[in-house]
């Protein structure tokens, strides 16, 4: 657990705003000791392999979405105050207050402008503050925020990731770098065994936007089987439990529609019969992860989707198990060995 915990940690420290990956350079050097190729494609993603070395062999894709939630800069005023918009699924009621990373000709730190409450009104008391009230305080005069900033920058939540107690882990973009560890996790895993398929893991690029990573590299690679890694409800106050699985009971295994049931349901006899936590999520239609874009292609893929459960997704603390985690390697690998007798 410590050794996928740090790869954890080390993800978190990456900023990925979806559509602007460059940043996550870093991870494809760091793959290269652990699969056999490693490519950033044109979109962003990121595909690492480990091939059996036998002619037509099966392959099989692990797919987790690398970019993260963030903001877009729209102007700067007269006062060299940075106005934005949402650019990937942001909880604007968590903002006011924040502190974000402005990527600029350079990175620049801010805080989200919120009115002190002794400044408001009883009605400003009593409503949300609008998202055209917010605006970003870098510190510096007008003249270097605009030598600085440009219309369109990307900007991430900005805070440190954080150990809590009983494994849990706090902190930004956790959606979905808990799934990109475990699939690192599990190519350090595989490293040195032999195998019978080629195993693909690709750590994709806007997912927040449609998942338009995952469809470019699944029509590179053409897998004869996928399964997908993402992050998804955990029970916390206020949320109803019907709409949530449970922090620290184990993976979530997605059935839909959308999914292959067959393979659904080996992952379940699999989670049973090597006694890996497991929870069951039902979904009546999309699943709204890369699976949906997924199935569909090269004349329709057989997916599974493994979700961890994590609390108060899309705000800079969102909180997931490392048990959790565990478990989905563990599932994975169980997968793995079943198919490639490792």
Do not use: W
Request: glycine share 8%; with cysteine; charged share 25%.
């Amino acid at each position: 657990m410590q050794r996928m915990k740090d790869i954890l940690l080390n993800l978190c420290k990456i900023s990925a705003v979806s559509g602007d990956e460059r940043y996550a350079r870093p991870v494809v050097e760091s793959l290269k000791e652990v699969a056999d190729g490693v490519k950033q494609l044109s979109g962003g993603s990121i595909v690492a392999y480990k091939k059996c070395g036998q002619p037509g062999a099966k392959r099989i894709m692990l797919d987790a979405h690398l970019d993260q939630i963030g903001l877009m800069v729209k102007s700067i005023d007269e006062r060299g105050f940075v106005h934005f918009f949402n650019h990937a699924g942001v909880d604007f009621k968590i903002l006011p207050g924040a502190e974000v990373k402005i990527f600029g000709k350079k990175e620049i730190l801010g805080v989200i402008s919120a009115k002190p409450p002794h400044l408001l009104t009883a009605e400003e008391r009593e409503k949300p503050i609008k998202t055209e009230n917010m605006t970003i305080d870098t510190g510096l005069p007008v003249e270097k925020v605009k030598e600085l900033v440009q219309v369109g920058d990307k900007i991430a939540l900005n805070c440190n990731t954080a150990l809590l107690l009983n494994h849990c882990v706090t902190g930004r973009s956790l959606d979905n770098r808990a799934g990109c560890a475990v699939l690192v996790s599990v190519l350090e895993k595989i490293k040195n065994q032999p195998l019978n398929v080629d195993v693909y893991v690709v750590l994709s690029a806007g997912e927040e936007f449609g998942g338009f990573g995952a469809v470019a590299a699944t029509q590179e690679i053409r897998p004869d089987v996928a399964v997908v890694l993402d992050v998804s409800h955990a029970d916390m106050p206020s949320a109803r439990s019907e709409d949530c699985g449970e922090l620290g009971k184990g993976v979530m295994i997605g059935i839909s529609p959308v999914l292959d049931r067959a393979l659904c349901d080996e992952m379940i006899s699999l989670a049973e019969a090597r006694r890996i936590p497991y929870q069951r999520e039902a979904m009546g239609s999309a699943t709204y992860t890369n699976s949906d874009g997924i199935v569909p292609l090269c004349g329709g893929i057989p997916t599974a989707l493994l979700s961890i459960p994590q609390r108060y997704m899309h705000t800079p603390q969102e909180v997931i198990s490392m048990e959790d985690m565990v478990s989905v390697r563990d599932l994975l690998l169980a997968y793995l060995m079943k198919e490639v007798n490792l």
